[in-house]
């Protein structure tokens, strides 16, 4: 026998023998020889497949599929953080830090995954989250361009991700909730019913958190009650698309919570920036009465100094004025 079954199986016994003697007294099994090379082969075997394991190989459709992908070079989160941070080029705002590194760090994820295929639906998401969260950037414009770095550093186009974001917006313009589960359940055309086409027959589909968001943005477009988000949720992911729909109902609670505490940070934001601009604008007033002041006061003792000036002036005049006439007299 192997030495080490041998232990294993000296410690299992061991630790039988240890319980019993906390235990009330039980009936006794007795462990005949044909019953520990029964044990000795099945520990052999469970340990001869785990040590003869190799990824990618495995006889079932999962490792069929991706098996091609195992031992491949992927870029690391970290990679992903140094390359977002070059293409950006500038520091971010402290209030946005933590949210920026989570977007980067779990886009960076997402996309990595070999079950990870981008639809409109996807993209959707992605795009309406970005833009939701960075609307009220403090700096114009520097919103715009952590979107462009981020989707540059997982290695996409931004045009093309937008222009699929659009198009799902063009298609469900005037489009109402059972036109879009129709689309996602097989029905009709355009870039919702290629989504549901693609995930419907996809065994190995890989939902993520912005395929959820972009189907909360198409609910919102067309007209569907914030309180009817769960079950409507529930009717496209689980009903049309046959998958599971427990992680998109969480992820639109999640996401529609982020939205109130995002507002809630904006309006402070705005509480402060008016609250900011009304001091300024009282210390402005302030000065501009100082310097009122000042000016008037420079006026009254510019005023009196010219009429001392005038008064000495004309006192001069005078004076020399008499000295004239008493000599003209003398004379």
Known sequence: MNLKIT??????????????????PQRKVAFTNSALKGLEFELE??????????????DNAFA?????????????????????????????NALY?????????????????????RDPIWSLGIITALE???????????????????????????????????????WIAGKTEEDVAAALKGEGDGPVFEAGEKARSNEFFKYSRFYGVGLTRIMKEVGVEENDNYSTMEKWVGTCLGKPFY?????????MKTKTKLEMMETMMKEIEIREKKKMAERLEERAEMALQRAQEEAAAEKELAEKIAAEKAALTQTEDETTENETTED
Not at 247 to 255: G, H, P, Q, V
Request: contains cysteine; proline residues 2%; aromatic residues 8%.
């Open 132 to 170: 939701t969260l960075l609307q009220n950037y403090p700096e114009e414009g520097f919103g715009t361009q952590m979107i462009t770095s981020l989707i540059t550093s997982i290695e996409m186009d931004e045009a093309t991700i937008r222009a699929e974001a659009d198009a799902v917006l063009n």
């Open 45 to 58: 075997e469970a340990i001869a497949e785990s040590t003869d394991y190799e990824a990618g190989v495995a």
């Open 7 to 24: 232990h294993v199986i000296c410690a299992l016994l061991a630790g039988n023998c240890a319980v019993s003697a906390f235990t009330l």
């Open 64 to 92: 069929k599929k991706f098996g091609s992908y195992a031992g491949k070079e992927r870029k690391t989160v970290g990679e992903a953080f140094a390359s977002f941070t070059e293409i950006l080029g500038q520091p971010i």
């Open 97 to 117: 830090k933590n949210m920026m590194s989570d977007l980067v760090g779990t886009t960076h994820l997402i996309v990595t995954d070999v079950r990870f295929e």
């Open 247 to 255: 992680t998109a109902c969480s992820d639109n609670d999640l996401w």
